[in-house]
C-alpha cells in the first residue's frame, strides 16, 4: 500500500531500460545496436494531497496525478475564496 494510488490502485510496475549505441541509419549510420538491457521500476508520480469527500469534509490521500487532472478526486480548499463586504 505504501507505492500506491488509493483511487485507482495505480502501483510500481517492472520494464526494461535499454542501452543503445550507434548512429541511427536515417541520419546516416549503420544503425543502433543494444549493449545492454537491465530490469527498472516505473513509479506512479502520487502527490499527498487532501481530498474533498462527496459526504462533507477533506482527508489526506495519496493520489496519482492523473486522478487529480482527470477530475477523479477533488482537491480541498484550504481557505474560503475572497468575497466583497456587502
Given amino acids: 500500500m505504501a507505492r500506491e494510488c488509493e483511487v485507482c490502485g495505480k502501483s510500481s510496475q517492472f520494464g526494461n531500460s535499454v542501452e ?3 548512429k541511427a541509419k536515417y541520419l546516416g549510420g549503420v544503425g543502433t545496436k543494444i549493449t545492454g538491457i537491465t ?3 516505473f513509479k506512479p508520480n502520487l502527490q499527498r494531497i487532501k481530498v474533498e469527500l462527496p459526504a462533507g469534509g ?3 490521500m495519496k493520489v496519482c496525478v492523473q486522478c487529480i487532472r482527470s477530475g477523479r478526486v477533488r482537491k480541498a480548499v484550504k481557505q474560503k475564496p475572497f468575497a ?3
Fill in 84 to 86: 466583497l463586504p456587502g
Fill in 39 to 41: 530490469r527498472r521500476k
Fill in 20 to 22: 543503445t549505441r550507434g
Fill in 58 to 60: 477533506a482527508k489526506r
